[in-house]
């Protein structure tokens, strides 16, 4: 098998097992199914066109998640989105609040997952995103970094200010009783 | 940390498995004497889990699984042209041809549908850029090599004991519809049999009746589906995949 096979071949093992992920992460940056699938063919596209500069041994899934964030951002669903100012990376303006939850009974309130996924879409899409990479793809904090290109402070300070959301957002959703 | 309790940060990176190393020591310290703070991280590790099931929220209908497939399985540009086919394969080359045609090159681009994605991987095999990870008519090499590469384990009958005239000659390990599947390939006569062993069932989502002069053949055995592409007749490729079927 010649080099450009192997590296072909190498790719497909890496790359396929996470079309599903890629997608699902696609689709909560798009937010729309059409768009999803666009987004993941092309940085399938442009993540094989640029295999060469992947690093074995380095994270592949941190890597193509910034190659997919990267194209997300040129699209235009982003582009609309690209004023945004988050005040959650300047600590100093705004400090993380309580949520008045009691530990127990944010437990009882995440069996409701259909609420916590309602919730989610109420995030602001840059404390989604980050609690996506964080919490359901696993990737370490300094991967976080590489895919949003912030520092690793502000990964800690955007996932904080994102899980205080959610109990927040939840607990507006119980009425108030928790 | 402050000097009460754990700060929301702190929190998160114990359940995140990202305390700093000077944390390493005092924060567990801490938690063993703060009731509220240990409480705290419990429900933020019950708040990490939850969004996780909750977060997996989108998945890809099967078409658009296989067509995302298609696109990681392109070779790179300089690979995406005509690929070098043996001339004793002639046969194989027309039915390319005719393929070609057909589809509008669709195998060197996307397959739209997962019966033109396996038979995409059946004429892969075809070509001498593409030779198989394993080179062997040995089923003691074959199957232990797909050891730790596979969700699921599969039997392979002796030479002996697989129809007249057919031999195994390889396997790879390939993806079909997103999912690690094994790869068997054999010689029937003088034609090529490509055969993949899954736990999915991909059958009704492949068009059985064949294309373009090539057949499938599908068996369900041991849990496992077992589907056979290749353009010998269908008889003797049916009679294959019983073979491989019944020894599951």
């Not at chain 2, 067509?67 to 086919?85: D, F, S």
């Not at chain 2, 049999?193 to 991909?202: E, K």
Request: charged letters at 20%.
């Amino acid at each position: 098998m010649g080099s450009h096979a192997r590296e072909a071949k190498e790719f497909q093992e890496l790359a396929v097992p996470l079309l599903t992920s890629l997608y699902n992460h696609a689709q909560w940056l798009a937010r729309d199914p059409v768009e999803a699938e666009d987004l993941v063919q092309e940085t399938l596209t442009k993540a094989l066109r640029a295999f060469n500069s992947f690093e074995p041994g380095t994270n592949f899934k941190a890597w193509i998640f910034r190659i997919l964030r990267n194209t997300f951002l040129t699209s235009r669903t982003a582009i609309a989105n690209a004023r945004t100012v988050y005040l959650e990376d300047h600590p100093d303006v705004l400090e993380v609040a309580e949520s008045g939850l009691t530990p127990e009974a944010e437990v009882i309130k995440l069996n409701d997952l259909a609420a916590l996924r309602t919730a989610l879409e109420q995030l602001a899409p840059h404390l989604r995103e980050v609690i996506l990479l964080c919490d359901l793809e696993e990737l370490k904090y300094r991967e976080i970094a590489a895919v949003l290109d912030v520092p690793i402070g502000t990964v800690m300070s955007r996932l904080a200010r994102a899980r205080q959301n959610l109990r927040q957002i939840l607990k507006s959703k119980s009425g108030g009783s928790l | 940390m402050s000097a009460d309790h754990l700060l929301p940060e702190t929190i998160g990176a114990v359940v995140d498995g990202e305390l700093s190393r000077e944390d390493e020591v005092a924060v567990p310290a801490h938690l063993n004497e703060c009731h509220a703070c240990a409480l705290k991280v419990i429900a933020a590790g019950q708040l990490k889990s939850a969004t996780s099931r909750a977060a997996r929220s989108f998945a890809p209908s099967q078409e658009v699984l296989a067509r995302l497939t298609a696109v990681a399985r392109q070779a790179p540009p300089r690979r995406a042209t005509v690929v070098p086919i043996r001339t004793i394969k002639w046969t194989a080359a027309a039915a390319m041809f005719v393929l070609a045609i057909a589809f509008g090159g669709r195998m060197l681009r996307q397959s739209e549908t997962l019966s033109a994605e396996i038979l995409d991987e059946h004429l892969a095999t075809l070509s001498d850029a593409a030779s198989p990870e394993v080179l062997s008519s040995d089923r003691h090499t074959v199957k232990p090599w797909f050891q730790g590469k596979l969700p699921f384990s599969f039997n392979i009958p002796e030479q002996s004991a697989l129809p007249a005239d057919t031999a195994l000659i390889g396997a790879d390990l390939t993806y079909v519809n997103g999912k690690p599947t094994a790869l068997l390939l054999f010689t029937i006569h003088k034609h090529h049999a490509s055969v993949f062993v899954s736990q999915q069932q991909v059958s009704e989502f492949v068009h059985m009746s064949g294309r373009s002069g090539f057949h499938f053949s599908l068996g369900r055995g041991g849990g496992l589906e077992l589907l056979g592409v290749s353009d010998v007749n269908s008889a003797e490729l049916d009679a294959l995949i019983a073979n491989l079927t019944a020894a599951q």
